[in-house]
């Protein structure tokens, strides 16, 4: 699938894991189930994790503001 746009890119990793790192440094790591165009974002089997990519604990089904994310990555 091509990406020539940034929600294109987003789109493509629908269902798919990825990382979420925050402005206050969290890091969270789940499915990518849905997002709007302001990137506020829902996460399935969402997990945060620490700085080096440990486990801190398991969350569910969360719900991330746009303006809160400072990346999204593939997992």
Do not use: C, W, Y
């Not at 206050?24 to 700085?51: M, P, R, S, W, Y």
Request: no cysteine.
């Amino acid at each position: 699938m091509e990406t020539d746009r940034p929600l294109d890119a987003l789109n493509a990793a629908r269902n798919q894991r990825v990382l979420v790192e925050l402005k206050n440094k969290l890091q969270i790591v789940g499915k990518l189930k849905a997002f709007d165009i302001h990137i506020n974002t829902v996460l399935n089997d969402a997990e945060e994790h620490d700085e080096s990519g440990g486990l801190k604990r398991k969350l569910g089904t969360v719900f991330i503001r746009g303006d809160m994310i400072v990346l999204i990555s593939p997992a």
